[in-house]
């Protein structure tokens, strides 16, 4: 039996690493994040999981570079070279259940914007390939006014990997899909997963069972995935 190549050989992996070091954040006086430090490096899935409250959002927002943390500092290499925080945006892709887009502009349009805004060589073509990987073609010229809230995570999806990132950092990426939308989420992870860092902030076995490592929020720290 001749062996298939593995899918490494036709689609590289980053060389990423990201690190995070005594990295804590308050709200006022409440502890939005407890300490932690962690590291992590491409390819490969990460969970991060815990109970409501115990800072997911808070840390996946502070890995993207949106949000300055208390105490403690994160660290993105690509290629061996750092990345600022400030300057995160062309290297990471990010996906949450905040991101909005603008309602009275189709599917289409809001992606062929974002892409110019990243200075993507072929706009157009990043972002039918985005559509294509979460199975949005069919509602490209649709406005995001008339789309239903699975359609619209799969829109916050494609949005997240339309520059083909380094790091894909998904807060509960399976947000109102259906099961259907959980398939295409996980062949989504899956591909990824072989390439690029994915971190998933989730509590959905679903999604943690397909991470090879888990950060519990909480006091536990880093540990192996069940």
Aim: net charge neutral.
């Amino acid at each position: 039996m001749t062996a298939m190549p593995a899918l490494a050989e036709a689609t590289p992996a980053v060389a990423a690493r990201l690190a995070c070091r005594d990295l804590m954040h308050r709200y006022g006086r409440r502890v939005g994040l407890e300490r932690l430090s962690f590291e992590l490096q491409a390819p490969g899935i990460t969970a991060v999981v815990g109970a409501n409250g115990s800072g997911k959002s808070t840390l996946l927002r502070i890995l993207a570079g949106l949000l300055r943390p208390s105490e403690g500092h994160s660290t993105l290499t690509i290629d061996g070279r750092g990345v600022a925080p400030a300057a995160r945006r062309g290297a990471i892709g990010f996906g949450s259940p905040a991101l909005a887009f603008y309602e009275e502009l189709t599917v289409r349009e809001n992606l062929r914007f974002a892409a110019e805004a990243l200075g993507l060589g072929d706009p157009a073509g990043a972002v039918m390939r985005a559509l294509e990987r979460v199975e949005l073609v069919a509602r490209a010229d649709d406005r995001v006014a008339a789309l239903s809230s699975g359609l619209l995570q799969r829109l916050r999806l494609a949005f997240a990997v339309l520059q083909r990132p380094a790091v894909l950092l998904l807060d509960e990426p399976g947000s109102h899909l259906d099961e259907e939308g959980h398939e295409t989420l996980t062949k989504l992870l899956r591909d990824e997963g072989r390439r690029a860092l994915v971190v998933l902030a989730t509590n959905d076995p679903r999604e943690w069972t397909l991470a090879e490592r888990r950060i519990e929020l909480g006091g536990r720290g880093l540990g192996p995935a069940a």
